[in-house]
């Protein structure tokens, strides 16, 4: 009796095991936002060190929670507009209506194009937040996993090394000016490195009293200087023209002077 009952005990588990697994099978599959443990709060990115980049895309991981199956299947994403203050077609480019998740495929890379034109974004961040919608093929029942969020700018903050080669005074245009000349982001602190680094500031400062030798020099970079009708300029980038940086005329000083983003003489 005791051999036939350990039997049926087995023939349960089992049955129990078969009934499990057919379960897990015909179970929705799901799709969420594959973010990794520094981004689930938010994405973050700048345009502060590329000024000539008009645009980029960010790549959102959808993933899926579920078995591949050799079909497409469709994705929605949607933008929430009560906590977006980006601008459609100013600071990103609209969605599609849906994204497909190939066949046999567990991942999908949804792009979002931003825009760096806005000249705002030099003094604020915008944010689009975005979600996952279900579809007839894919839930999202994965709640705490469908939503995200992009902050993004173009601002530029002082960094701990300026005062000690580029003096006290400090813009972001000035900032703008440093990385477009040099196209160094960062300098060292150490004083080892004080040759090479002065030489950096010296190209800065040559730019800034003679920003037109420094284009004949350098035609591949894509910059100009174009007059204007009441006889300043705007310096601008030909892949980004819509953000300029005014050269104006100060007849006190005899000389043309980069202006900054509070209206000062950038010196």
């Not at 709060?41 to 050799?70: H, K, M």
């Not at 609209?94 to 030099?122: E, M, R």
């Not at 004083?191 to 035609?219: I, Q, R």
């Amino acid at each position: 009796m005791k051999r036939i009952s350990i039997i049926m005990t087995g023939i349960t588990l089992l049955c129990s095991c078969h009934k499990a697994d057919l379960s897990l099978y015909h179970s929705p599959d799901n799709v969420y936002f594959d973010f990794t443990g520094s981004q689930r709060d938010s994405l973050l990115y700048t345009f502060a060190y590329e000024p000539a980049r008009a645009a980029d895309t960010i790549y959102l991981p959808v993933r899926l929670s579920g078995i591949r199956v050799q079909k497409a299947r469709k994705i929605i994403i949607r933008i929430e507009p009560d906590s977006t203050t980006a601008i459609v077609n100013k600071d990103y480019a609209p969605l599609k209506d849906f994204y497909t998740l190939a066949p046999d495929s567990g991942t999908c890379y949804v792009p979002l194009i931003i825009y760096n034109t806005d000249p705002l974004l030099q003094t604020k961040s915008v944010q689009i937040k975005f979600k996952l919608y279900p579809t007839p093929d894919l839930d999202t029942a994965l709640s705490k996993l469908i939503t995200g969020r992009l902050v993004f700018s173009a601002k530029l903050e002082r960094p701990d090394w300026w005062g000690m080669w580029m003096g006290d005074y400090y813009s972001q245009v000035k900032h703008q000016l440093f990385i477009i000349v040099t196209g160094q982001t960062s300098l060292t602190m150490s004083g080892l490195d004080a040759p090479k680094n002065l030489y950096f500031v010296s190209l800065l400062t040559s730019f800034l009293n003679d920003p037109f030798k420094w284009m004949g020099k350098n035609p591949d970079r894509g910059y100009k200087l174009v007059k204007l009708s009441d006889g300043h300029y705007s310096f601008y980038n030909t892949s980004n023209p819509g953000k300029k940086i005014e050269y104006q005329y100060d007849a006190q000083a005899g000389k043309y002077f980069f202006i900054d983003e509070n209206g000062l003489e950038v010196n």
